[in-house]
């Protein structure tokens, strides 16, 4: 479902599934231009704060070391990773 | 209230009535400050130095992006800064985590024990290193743990410095800190703390409700994350007979 809403060129995802040692295993890779910068994960373990949110787990080069704020939706993502990459997260 | 202060410092060095009686004056003005308050932010003169009688205080940095980054947390018996008193401006905050009991000391008050009392000045001196030595663990730690062995450290460090000062009963002390207060602690996200504790929880190794968090296993959670206390310097330690400073006692005697 994501997969079809990626019209706009810039944000591309990618449905995949992501240990991160907890049952939050639904993920996104998240491509800009065709480069992997960073993978999601759906958080949906019932102790999280946003349960459903997406979580930035990794980020790959602008995006290294980023501690991303937990996004409602993929769009808030996909807004949030234009904006990083522009130098204007906030 | 001062007696965090007294068991803290004798426990590294030994004071006499004397220096216990300046101990004692040292707290002219206390202080009760609301949870999440800064006692002294960025920028700002620093004038007394801030001692934690009771409750949690931590020393932060926030960057012009909002992250927050937690340098030191204090607790009962620790100065925030009396080795920043002499700058002539402060370059980073100080801010309360729970409700504090905070002894505010002029910066008179303690240049006359650093003349008077030379075993105090010693004592001092420990929680300045001791404080650096713990600074220099948390590089370590944030550079090169994993995030649950990471947080495991923190607990177990939590254990050693509130036994020193008699705030755990039964490996039990109070935690105010929220997630988000680890996150910006450890350098991760609240999401990766959040797992964490219910990984920590799911192996047994420490139980957290009501703000008070308990190890169930002190031994295995030392083990979990290597946990070595040298860093804290601490009396009872097996390495306290290597505490020595004969340079300072001949200085001292000279």
Not at chain 2, 51 to 57: E, H, P, R, T
């Amino acid at each position: 479902m994501a997969g079809q809403d990626n019209v706009e060129p810039l944000v591309v995802f990618q449905p995949i599934s992501v240990d991160t040692a907890s049952p939050d295993q639904t993920g996104m890779l998240v491509m800009v231009n065709g480069l992997l910068v960073a993978v999601l994960a759906r958080l949906d373990a019932p102790w999280h704060e946003c349960p459903g949110a997406w979580h930035m787990e990794a980020g790959l080069g602008p995006l290294m070391g980023v501690r991303a704020p937990v996004f409602d939706t993929l769009q808030d993502a996909r807004r949030w990773v234009r904006r990083s990459m522009q130098g204007q997260a906030r | 209230m001062q007696d965090a202060l007294i068991r803290k410092l004798e426990s590294f060095e030994e004071l006499s009535d004397a220096d216990r009686a300046a101990l004692r004056t040292f707290v002219p003005r206390v202080r009760q400050v609301s949870a999440r308050t800064d006692l002294i932010q960025e920028g700002d003169l620093p004038g007394d130095v801030h001692l934690i009688l009771d409750g949690y205080a931590c020393r932060y940095k926030v960057l012009p992006d909002g992250q927050r980054q937690i340098m030191a947390f204090f607790v009962p018996g620790d100065f925030c800064d009396l080795n920043v008193f002499i700058l002539d401006q402060m370059d980073h905050s100080i801010g309360t985590i729970s409700p504090c009991t905070v002894a505010e000391i002029p910066r008179q008050a303690i240049e006359n024990v650093i003349t008077h009392h030379p075993q105090v000045t010693k004592a001092m001196m420990w929680c300045a290193l001791v404080d650096e030595a713990v600074l220099r663990e948390w590089l370590v730690n944030n550079g090169n743990r994993q995030a649950d062995r990471r947080i495991a450290h923190l607990f177990c460090e939590l254990l050693l410095r509130l036994e020193a000062v008699g705030r755990v009963s039964d490996n039990s002390y109070a935690f105010p800190f929220t997630q988000h207060d680890i996150a910006d602690t450890m350098s991760l996200t609240s999401v990766h703390v959040n797992r964490t504790l219910q990984l920590l929880r799911g192996l047994n190794l420490i139980t957290l409700q009501h703000r008070v968090l308990t190890i169930l296993d002190v031994e295995q959670l030392k083990a979990y994350c290597d946990f070595n206390p040298n860093y804290l310097h601490l009396r009872n330690a097996r390495w306290s007979g290597r505490r020595q400073v004969p340079w300072l006692s001949s200085v001292q005697g000279g």
